[in-house]
């Protein structure tokens, strides 16, 4: 049972960001800090990634540890469960729809949970710094 109105749950849910989260602050900030030079969320792509290297054909997607089902730290909601469930499984589907277009198309497609970004920031922008290094 929520322990919320389902006002105020309306409410919590509109107020979730889509962009500009907090993990994509922090990352924009820690690749500029680099000098990449890159566009943020790229709505001509497929998914609309959150980062873009262009010349490279580099994308890059922040993914939330809820939003697209984390295989240990997502928690499925107590309510609606049904629900819940299969939105997620619908995202996931959809991530993997995303990325195989993008890669099909010539794109490198590169994934970060938000958590990672969270707890091992570095670690997720030598990745993105070996991948555009691997290209050039």
């Given amino acids: 049972m929520d322990n919320i109105s389902p006002s105020q749950r309306r409410k919590n849910m ?3 960001r889509s962009k500009n989260t907090s993990p994509e602050r922090i990352f924009f900030y820690a690749l500029s800090q680099q000098n990449l030079s890159f ?3 790229c709505l001509e792509l497929p998914g ?3 980062i873009v290297f ?3 054909r580099v994308a890059i997607f922040i993914d939330s540890d809820f939003w697209h089902g984390h295989p240990t730290r997502f928690r499925a909601p107590t309510t609606n469960e049904d629900y819940w469930r ?3 499984v619908r995202n996931k589907t959809r991530d993997a729809q995303v990325s195989e277009t993008l890669r099909n198309d010539g ?3 590169l994934r970060f949970w938000a958590h990672d970004i969270k707890t091992s920031l570095d670690a997720c922008v030598l990745a993105v710094v ?3 290094e691997g290209i050039s």
Avoid: M, S, T
Wanted: proline share 5%; net charge positive; hydrophobic share 50%.
């Fill in 54 to 56: 262009h010349n490279e």
């Fill in 48 to 50: 609309k990634p959150d």
């Fill in 107 to 109: 794109w490198l497609v």
């Fill in 86 to 88: 299969a939105k997620i």
């Fill in 39 to 41: 566009a943020r969320h």
């Fill in 14 to 16: 509109q107020n979730i």
């Fill in 130 to 132: 070996a991948a555009l």
